[in-house]
């Protein structure tokens, strides 16, 4: 992970990301990151928290393949909300950090 990010919002992270080409939608698609997790890596990162309702934690991912497709992916931050492909982005992240 090269680059971590704050922004005032998800939506704010997500225009930005996307000016800086991260353009695919990896929610869409979250079964490429399941199938083939060491296919990605994650070059920005951003944890977005809300002012006082925990529904509103967000974690917004700029993700780029092997391949060199740059998206977003953005999951809940709850334990209720994490999705595999969810999962494996934390996983990759904790990897990356411990390099």
């Known amino acids: 992970m090269k680059n971590i990010y704050h922004y005032a919002s998800v939506s704010k992270a997500l225009n930005e990301l996307n000016e800086k080409g991260f353009t695919y939608d990896f929610n869409i698609h979250e ?3 399941v199938k083939n997790p060491n296919q990605y ?3 920005h990162i951003y944890r977005y928290e809300g002012d006082s309702n925990p529904d509103d934690e967000a974690i917004v991912y700029g993700i780029k393949s092997e391949s ?3 998206g977003v992916f953005v999951s809940g931050f709850s334990a209720n909300s994490v999705s595999e492909a969810a999962q494996i982005l ?3 992240s904790i990897e990356e950090k411990n390099r």
């Open 31 to 33: 079964q490429e990151i």
């Open 41 to 43: 890596e994650i070059i």
């Open 68 to 70: 060199g497709t740059k």
């Open 90 to 92: 934390i996983n990759l």
